[in-house]
Structure formats: structure tokens, C-alpha cells
């Protein structure tokens, strides 16, 4: 069923439409973290879905990498510095499959490509689960600290 709304896109059924629309995640991470301030740059996409997200980040580094180098450096992180904020996964799974996942990001290792020094991969997310539990993270923490 449309709706109104002033942006005509955002108005037409989001159940029977996939709807491109603006985000304010890419200004948001130059906040948290300020030598990314104005890098970088995004947009959603609706989907008629039931929940979880889809990041779909292209960068280009320094230096050329390999698939294999990259994933490492993915699975280095959600083992290490970001367990439990950072998940690795090697499964070809869809995004029902990730609903009520605790994790902030889940990267897709199946799905990452490089070409030269340009590097694009994927991570999953449930919004509404992995908020919940990064707030409960912030609130033991804090709780430490008194």
C-alpha cells in the first residue's frame, strides 16, 4: 500500500519494493571515529524483509591484498580485539538465518572480492540484537566502574 511521504520513493509499499533511500550511518561513523570524517559516504536500501541488514563496503587501500589476506585480517579481528562484537562466518547463509545474532557484524567471508587494490565485502546485522546487546555491554562496564 503507498503512502505519503516527501520522499516519493519512501512513499510506494516497502513490502512489494526494493527502495533505495538516504542513511546517516557514513556520517555517523566519522563521529565515532573522526579520521574517517567525510571518507566516506552511503545510502540504504529497503528490502521487504523481516529484519537484518546488509553492509556492502567497497575501500581501496594502500597496497593490493589477496581474498585470503583480507578474510584473515577479518577472522584476526572477530577472534581477537572484537570477539563478540565481530562475527566470522564461512557458511552461505541469508539474512533470516542471522536474527538474533548478539553481534554488531557479522562479515561474510564468502562473499569478499578484490580487485588490485580495491576491496569490497559484506557484513550482516540484526540492528534491534546487536544494539540491545552493545547497550547491555556499555551498562556492565559502566556498573565495573562504580
Known amino acids: 500500500l503507498d503512502m505519503q511521504h516527501r520522499d516519493l520513493r519512501r512513499a510506494r509499499a516497502a513490502c512489494w519494493n526494493i527502495v533505495p533511500t538516504t542513511t546517516g550511518a557514513a556520517k555517523a561513523i566519522g563521529l565515532v571515529y573522526p579520521k574517517l570524517q567525510g571518507k566516506l559516504a552511503g545510502m540504504a536500501i529497503r528490502v521487504p524483509t523481516m529484519d537484518v541488514s546488509l553492509v556492502d563496503l567497497v575501500v581501496t587501500l594502500n597496497n593490493e591484498a589477496s581474498v585470503e589476506e583480507v578474510n584473515a585480517a577479518f577472522k584476526k579481528a572477530s577472534e581477537g580485539e572484537l570477539k563478540g562484537i565481530l562475527a566470522y562466518s564461512e557458511e552461505p547463509l541469508v ?49 565495573k566502574k562504580l
Open 95 to 143: 539474512s533470516s538465518d542471522y536474527i538474533g545474532d548478539p553481534h554488531s557484524c557479522i562479515f561474510d567471508s564468502l562473499t569478499t572480492s578484490v580487485t588490485g587494490k580495491m576491496v569490497k565485502v559484506l557484513g550482516w546485522y540484526d540492528n534491534e540484537a546487536g544494539y540491545s546487546h552493545r547497550l547491555a555491554d556499555l551498562t556492565s562496564l559502566v556498573a
